[in-house]
């Protein structure tokens, strides 16, 4: 294994931020089941919280900010539906990455796998920040197992990712500072969020070997064939009425709904009307 491919920066490092990781993953219900899932490029963590054969709705979260910060659906959504929380490749937490992800078509192909070896069909897939952005090039490149797809708030993905963004990440180069702390909590709004945010950058190497997130072009997003809605903050790390335009310009199927005064920590700021959104567009998938 390259010593460049996902890594934490030592077996110290590692045990610190997984104590951060599991105190936030406590929020959630015990899963029923821990999956680890060999891929081409890694073994991917998944955690189940519901019986094999529920409608599965599949979570995938924001940059650094791993599967515990899905703690607000999990503890509602799991009720309803089976529920897969995973750790991307190439970023803290329980999955290790062996073999680098060049492009989006291998982070889609390695989501596409984990669902395959689940034995999942019929997936609803539910994605924020980064996780959107995985999960849109998901639906576009690997359609064959999703039945609908949930943005919330994600990143340059509709909208454009913002100079302010991109300024408070790089002070993620010193996650100790002060300066680096309160950009950590403007990027994730919430400061749960932004202490396992922070953590992941003290702990882990740079993710060089994962695509960069570029934004998704119109071709892309008019290539994805699976009902969409997009779920937006408005106090956040882009323009979302820039991106609503560009939804009504370029999508106009896709559903859309603006939380005017929330920050990127919309699932964790306004659970119960996210949970009701996912809910009622699962079921209305379910119906057809």
Partial sequence: MSFRIGRFKSAGARGRYLTQYEELRALSPQPDVVHDVPTEFGTVRVY???????????????????????????????GDFTVYVVDALGQPGESVQSKPMFTPA??????????????????????????????THTAAMAPHRLASVTLVDPANTVARLSTRFWTSAALQGRPGSARARRAATWITGHHALAKLFGAGFAAFAPPLRTPPMRLISDHVLRSVDVPVQVLLAGNTVHDSGKGIARIRSVVPDWRHQLWPNASHALPVEFPDEVNDYIRRFITEQRSR
């Fill in 106 to 135: 291998d982070s889609a192909r390695c989501i596409d796998a984990v669902l395959q070896a689940l034995e999942l069909q019929r997936v609803h897939l539910v994605g924020h920040s980064y996780g959107g952005w995985l999960a």
């Fill in 48 to 78: 189940q919280h519901g019986p094999d054969d529920g409608v599965s709705v599949v979570l995938i979260h924001g940059f650094f900010l791993t599967s515990a910060m899905w703690w607000e659906q999990v503890a509602d959504l799991a």
